[in-house]
């Protein structure tokens, strides 16, 4: 995921009619009076897979779109929230074996059933793992065993419905579990409100809503590299209005514990604090102010862009999302008799665990120095152990106070 974020006042796209070459200039919004970035691309040497318009004003000239659409780079319009307004794409591959697949899945009981129970089964087996990673240091046991027993009934679910029903107890103890591990100040109660879950009432949902919102994109970009229709779905119900993108919602599933885990980290490692937000009292909602978007976005770059195991390569997660999608089409025509979303599994450690901020604060100076650490060093593990917040070791320091080195 690598997108060229713009928002503020006066954002310009535009493309040079030169003869000889043709360049693509873009200008950055202004923000507090100081001038937005410029940038300059000349054609098949721009490193970014999208363009970000969030809440600024400007201009888009045609030939800029014409410059982007010969580039594949697809751009989109973003309200403060993260939430999509607009979008525009490349050309999307005709293929049209692939949608009369797609459709006659979507009318098809138990292949509707299983591609509905695929997406949930690799939803909730992620979710257990952020909670197994926060169980690492947190004490959510409950939480963690009643989710467990909660996905247990997937498997009797015959429904698509019913399917929808597991998911969401599963959802309802794994936010509990969030709930319970997140600092007071965050005020979050959970994922679900009265009357919609997307209405951010505390700083942790504006930080999730503006991070699905970029999943969201990349689901959609996937989308539309493949060629599938985006309004048909089969965990979502179908879409009966031209906004509503039922496919991409399901895709969005099974990668959601993505956004968690950047939100989560951002909030240990105090890239987000409580004042990096604002209470809106028209609608009683929270925002994420500018500063706090950027370190967000750029958490989440660092979550996308890591790397995964999968098939004997290599692959980003924005990568996997693609390559998962096109599972997909190869399954919807009978290229490939199986579907697994779940695959690959994200390896998830923590270094600030219980047992390790335990064996930190246990650590005395003598000890410390037969391990070759030092006095300042110890000092800034004591305290980083005592907090709060999240922190990470490194690998030499780690080995240094693992179990065997402290019990010789």
């Given at each position: 995921?690598?997108?060229?974020?713009l928002?503020?006042?006066?954002?310009?796209?535009?493309?040079?009619?030169?003869?000889?070459?043709?360049?693509?200039?873009?200008?950055?919004?202004?923000?507090?009076?100081?001038?937005g970035?410029?940038?300059?691309?000349?054609?098949?040497?721009?490193?970014?897979?999208?363009?970000i318009?969030?809440?600024?004003?400007?201009?888009?000239s045609?030939?800029?779109?014409?410059?982007?659409s010969?580039?594949?780079?697809p751009?989109?319009?973003?309200d403060?929230?993260?939430?999509?307004?607009s979008?525009i794409?490349p050309?999307?591959?005709?293929?049209?074996?692939?949608?009369?697949?797609?459709?006659?899945?979507?009318?098809?009981?138990?292949?509707?059933?299983?591609?509905?129970?695929?997406?949930?089964q690799?939803?909730?087996a992620?979710?257990l793992?952020v909670?197994?990673?926060?169980?690492?240091?947190?004490?959510?046991e409950?939480?963690?065993?009643?989710t467990?027993?909660?996905?247990?009934?997937?498997?009797?679910?015959?429904?698509?419905p019913?399917?929808?029903?597991?998911?969401?107890?599963?959802?309802?103890?794994?936010?509990?579990?969030?709930?319970k591990?997140?600092?007071?100040?965050?005020?979050?109660?959970?994922?679900?409100?009265t009357t919609?879950?997307?209405?951010?009432?505390?700083?942790?949902?504006?930080?999730?809503?503006?991070g699905?919102g970029?999943?969201?994109?990349?689901?959609?970009?996937?989308?539309?590299?493949?060629?599938?229709?985006p309004?048909?779905?089969?965990?979502?119900?179908?879409?009966?209005?031209?906004?509503?993108?039922?496919?991409?919602?399901?895709?969005?599933?099974?990668?959601?514990?993505?956004?968690?885990?950047?939100?989560?980290?951002?909030?240990?490692t105090?890239?987000?604090?409580?004042?990096?937000?604002?209470?809106?009292?028209?609608?009683?909602?929270?925002?994420?102010?500018?500063?706090?978007?950027?370190?967000?976005l750029?958490?989440?770059?660092?979550?996308?862009?890591c790397?995964?195991?999968?098939?004997?390569?290599?692959?980003?997660?924005?990568?996997?999302?693609e390559?998962?999608?096109?599972e997909?089409?190869?399954?919807?025509?009978?290229?490939?008799p199986?579907?697994?979303?779940?695959?690959?599994?994200?390896?998830?450690?923590?270094q600030?665990?219980?047992?390790?901020?335990?064996?930190i604060?246990?650590?005395?100076?003598?000890?410390?120095?037969?391990?070759?650490?030092?006095k300042?060093?110890?000092?800034?593990?004591?305290?980083?152990?005592?907090?709060q917040?999240?922190?990470?070791?490194?690998?030499?320091?780690?080995?240094?106070?693992?179990?065997?080195?402290?019990?010789?």
């Amino acid at each position: 995921m690598n997108p060229l974020h713009l928002s503020g006042w006066g954002v310009e796209v535009q493309a040079s009619n030169s003869k000889s070459h043709a360049e693509l200039m873009i200008t950055d919004g202004r923000r507090n009076n100081n001038i937005g970035e410029r940038y300059l691309f000349l054609p098949r040497r721009i490193e970014y897979d999208s363009i970000i318009l969030e809440n600024c004003t400007g201009h888009i000239s045609l030939a800029a779109l014409r410059w982007l659409s010969k580039h594949n780079i697809p751009v989109f319009f973003l309200d403060f929230d993260g939430s999509t307004i607009s979008n525009i794409l490349p050309p999307t591959p005709v293929k049209a074996n692939i949608r009369a697949a797609q459709f006659q899945a979507a009318n098809n009981h138990e292949r509707k059933l299983t591609i509905a129970r695929a997406l949930v089964q690799a939803k909730i087996a992620k979710s257990l793992q952020v909670l197994e990673w926060l169980g690492e240091r947190y004490d959510i046991e409950k939480e963690l065993r009643l989710t467990k027993r909660e996905a247990m009934k997937l498997s009797k679910a015959s429904t698509v419905p019913q399917i929808r029903t597991v998911e969401g107890r599963v959802a309802l103890h794994y936010w509990e579990a969030l709930a319970k591990v997140l600092p007071e100040p965050l005020h979050f109660q959970g994922r679900m409100t009265t009357t919609h879950n997307n209405n951010a009432s505390d700083p942790f949902n504006a930080a999730l809503n503006y991070g699905y919102g970029f999943l969201k994109i990349q689901c959609r970009m996937a989308v539309n590299t493949v060629g599938l229709e985006p309004a048909v779905g089969f965990l979502h119900e179908l879409s009966h209005y031209q906004t509503s993108e039922s496919l991409v919602y399901d895709l969005e599933e099974p990668f959601r514990f993505l956004v968690d885990l950047s939100v989560i980290q951002a909030f240990e490692t105090h890239e987000l604090t409580p004042q990096d937000f604002i209470f809106t009292r028209d609608d009683y909602l929270y925002r994420i102010q500018w500063e706090g978007k950027m370190r967000l976005l750029g958490t989440l770059r660092e979550t996308f862009n890591c790397g995964v195991s999968y098939k004997e390569r290599r692959f980003k997660w924005d990568t996997v999302i693609e390559e998962k999608t096109t599972e997909l089409a190869r399954y919807l025509n009978g290229s490939t008799p199986e579907l697994d979303f779940s695959k690959p599994a994200p390896i998830l450690e923590r270094q600030d665990t219980r047992e390790v901020r335990e064996r930190i604060l246990c650590l005395s100076q003598c000890e410390a120095e037969k391990l070759c650490i030092g006095k300042s060093e110890l000092h800034y593990l004591r305290r980083k152990a005592k907090s709060q917040q999240g922190f990470r070791i490194y690998g030499k320091v780690r080995e240094k106070i693992a179990p065997s080195s402290l019990e010789s």
